[in-house]
């Protein structure tokens, strides 16, 4: 079974305090994925990363940063936490097949509240 | 226009009944689909992947029309434990960046 988990399942920081979110993928998975879920938006890719060391924009990066420095590993940053960050923050990773098919495997989620 | 529609619901259906969702996409060269269930408060699971000649797991059937656009899922004989947040999610493309989710349907299956 794949198993992704995350550092914390819920975290309150206050505002302009650095913060960082850790997710680990067992399963020897190529891609990793950081999102954010909000009531009535879905979730939106912040960033993902397909390789060691590599990653790619999503759709809302502004205001994040993110660091990849073993397989295994993804880790989100926000440099500067500010109140519109409170969010449910989901981190997934999955394979690269050949049919360009990204099969995710979600981590339980952060739950994130900025004060 | 949003990229991945659906509709939101709540669709409210008896235990034993059949129901359909749909989801339609607005970019044509997408390449692959997924339906993935979301329980209140944990994280999305995988449900089953679309493939253009339908597929089929147990009470769950999900097929793609690539002249209009959409993907359907049907639940069979339905369960109160199939209640839960429903999700298209589509990939436009060759990057994972092109991974679009679509907001959900909301299902609950009342005894």
């Known amino acids: 079974d794949v198993k992704v988990t995350q550092s914390s399942r819920y975290l309150v920081k206050r505002t302009g305090e650095k913060v960082f979110l850790e997710c680990v993928q067992d399963m020897d998975h190529e891609n990793m994925f950081w999102y954010r879920q909000d009531p009535g938006l879905g979730l939106r890719l912040i960033y993902f990363s397909y390789d060691v060391k590599m990653k790619e924009k999503g759709d809302i990066p502004e205001g994040y940063s993110v660091s990849r420095e073993k397989k295994e590993r993804f880790s989100l940053i926000l440099e500067s936490a ?4 409170t969010s449910m923050y989901l ?3 999955s394979f690269h097949t050949s049919g360009n098919s990204y099969e995710q495997y979600f981590g339980p989620g952060t739950r994130l509240t900025v004060t | 226009r949003k990229e991945v529609e659906q509709d939101p619901g709540p ?10 969702f749909n989801c339609t996409y607005s970019n044509s060269a997408s390449q692959s689909f997924f339906w993935y269930r979301q329980d209140c408060r944990k994280e999305p699971k995988l449900l089953m992947s679309v493939y253009s000649s339908g597929n089929e797991d147990g009470r769950f059937t999900a097929q ?10 049907l639940i069979r004989d339905s369960k109160l434990s199939d209640s839960a947040t429903y999700l298209c999610v589509v990939n436009e493309g060759s990057s994972a960046s092109k991974i679009i989710f679509g907001s959900g349907t909301r299902l609950s299956i009342r005894p």
């Open chain 1, 82 to 85: 500010s109140t519109n960050q």
């Open chain 1, 91 to 93: 981190c997934a990773s």
């Open chain 2, 64 to 73: 793609l029309n690539r002249a209009s656009q959409y993907i359907s899922l």
């Open chain 2, 11 to 20: 669709f409210n259906v008896p235990e034993g009944a059949t129901v359909a």
